[in-house]
């Protein structure tokens, strides 16, 4: 059987699933494990969306909802729209696409482009972001630009790939790219004809910071983004939907590349049968603006947990360098001595503490040293954590 060559150049095992193994293996020792690897929502599901569901379910006692829109319903983008626009930017709903998550919406859209194509990402970075255009196509190249930002435009100047791969608020360093580097970015792309492919899963963090000043939420609030920009976005962290799995992809009619709107049209019609009714009306009710508040209630305590893991692992020595539009601590040991490398770390804090955090290589070569922790986790689970971690590093 042929088997796609580029997947076997991955590692055997998804980052998060190597992190559950040797936790696995950690679960006898008599110690309550802390999960504060993976980054998943563990607030209760606030009760107009659960009510919207379960209303939407019972009436398929009644009559049966079959097959819908590849893309979803309209009220459901007109809504989706509603929340992505701003004062400096609108959405149109036709440039909706909703689907099952941010995750696979990224697959469906990479197997759009050449077996060949030239990637360039920020780093470090999602996982995912890289897996996914080894799983997919057969000979992709990957670049994973430097830190410096003066200096990835400067590379990707001299050396433009076909595709840029961004977050903002970026995983796992909560960077968010200030709006004169952006443009930047933006313009550099419309001269040299890479597309910009964002990933906005954390952008609800970042819009109810009290901190955001003009940062900006959408790419499409800089001029000329509308040639240029495909936008993912998810409710899975904003508001709890990693288990119910609902996405979009803004996929505006002009873009330059003459055929690529209608394709990926065609291409979602092809491999995608909608999203699950239950999880659209579920959104419908999570999107509905008269539960904005709550919604943010329950983001900005993930705010403020990892701020307490912070300050605490700041004050044990660590040096933490994530910023506070993040659920995630993005850190590294203070003293030059006590370095090692991230999987060590990771073992270190695993067999210390019992707590589960997620090596920083796993998110590029640009984060060997540093551990993540996740402000997702419960609150008893923190307290926990910080109540456990007593030594300096
Ligand atoms: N994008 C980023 C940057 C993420 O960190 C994650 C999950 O951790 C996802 C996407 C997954 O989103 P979804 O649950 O919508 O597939």
């Known amino acids: 059987m042929p088997l796609n060559p580029s997947i076997l150049s991955l590692p055997p095992s998804y980052l998060f699933s190597e992190i559950a193994k040797r936790a696995k293996e950690k679960q006898n020792s008599g110690q309550k494990l802390l999960p504060l690897g993976i980054g998943d929502v563990t607030a209760a599901l606030l009760p107009p969306i659960a009510k919207a569901m379960s209303e939407c379910a019972s009436s398929m006692q009644e009559e049966i909802i079959g097959y819908q829109s590849e893309s979803g319903t309209s009220l459901l983008k007109e809504r989706v729209a509603q929340f992505v626009s701003s004062p400096k930017t609108t959405i149109c709903p036709s440039w909706i696409h909703i689907q099952d998550g941010a995750k696979p919406i990224f697959a469906r859209l990479?197997?759009?482009?050449?077996?060949?194509?030239?990637?360039?990402?920020?780093?470090?970075?999602?996982?995912?972001?890289?897996?996914?255009a080894f799983s997919i196509l057969e000979e992709p190249s990957y670049t994973h630009l430097p830190p410096c930002l003066d200096t990835a435009l400067k590379q990707l100047e001299e050396s433009p790939p076909e595709v840029v791969i961004l977050c903002s608020p970026n995983n796992p360093t909560g960077e968010v790219f200030s709006k004169d580097f952006l443009q930047r970015l933006v313009t550099l792309a419309n001269r040299k004809n890479f597309l910009i492919l964002h990933d906005a899963a954390y952008r609800f963090f970042l819009e109810i910071s009290p901190q955001k000043g003009d940062l900006p939420a959408s790419l499409y609030e800089l001029?000329?983004?509308?040639?240029v920009v495909i936008e993912i976005g998810s409710l899975s962290k904003s508001h709890g939907f990693?288990?119910?799995?609902?996405?979009?992809?803004?996929?505006?009619?002009?873009?330059?590349?003459?055929s690529l709107a209608s394709s990926l049209t065609?291409?979602?019609?092809?491999?995608?049968?909608?999203?699950?009714?239950?999880?659209?009306?579920?959104?419908?009710?999570?999107?509905?603006?008269?539960?904005?508040?709550?919604?943010?209630?329950?983001?900005?305590?993930?705010?403020?947990?990892?701020?307490?893991?912070?300050?605490?692992?700041?004050?044990?020595?660590?040096?933490?360098?994530?910023?506070?539009f993040t659920p995630f601590v993005w850190m590294r040991p203070g003293k030059e001595s006590l370095k090692k490398d991230s999987w060590e770390l990771f073992d270190l804090l695993l067999e210390r503490y019992a707590i589960i955090s997620t090596p920083g290589v796993g998110f590029g070569p640009q984060g060997?040293?540093?551990?993540?922790?996740?402000?997702?986790?419960?609150?008893?689970?923190?307290?926990?954590?910080i109540e456990r971690v007593q030594d300096v590093l």
């Open 266 to 324: 065609r291409l979602f019609a092809s491999t995608f049968n909608g999203a699950c009714c239950i999880a659209q009306a579920g959104a419908l009710a999570a999107l509905d603006p008269v539960n904005r508040e709550e919604a943010k209630k329950i983001a900005l305590t993930y705010l403020k947990r990892a701020n307490l893991l912070a300050r605490h692992f700041e004050q044990k020595g660590w040096v933490i360098e994530s910023s506070p």
């Open 223 to 227: 001029e000329g983004a509308d040639s």
């Open 368 to 385: 060997e040293g540093y551990l993540r922790l996740s402000g997702f986790a419960k609150q008893g689970d923190v307290d926990l954590a």
């Open 110 to 132: 990479l197997s759009i482009f050449g077996r060949k194509t030239r990637f360039a990402s920020f780093t470090p970075a999602y996982p995912a972001f890289y897996d996914a």
């Open 242 to 258: 990693t288990g119910l799995r609902l996405g979009w992809a803004i996929i505006p009619p002009d873009l330059k590349w003459p």
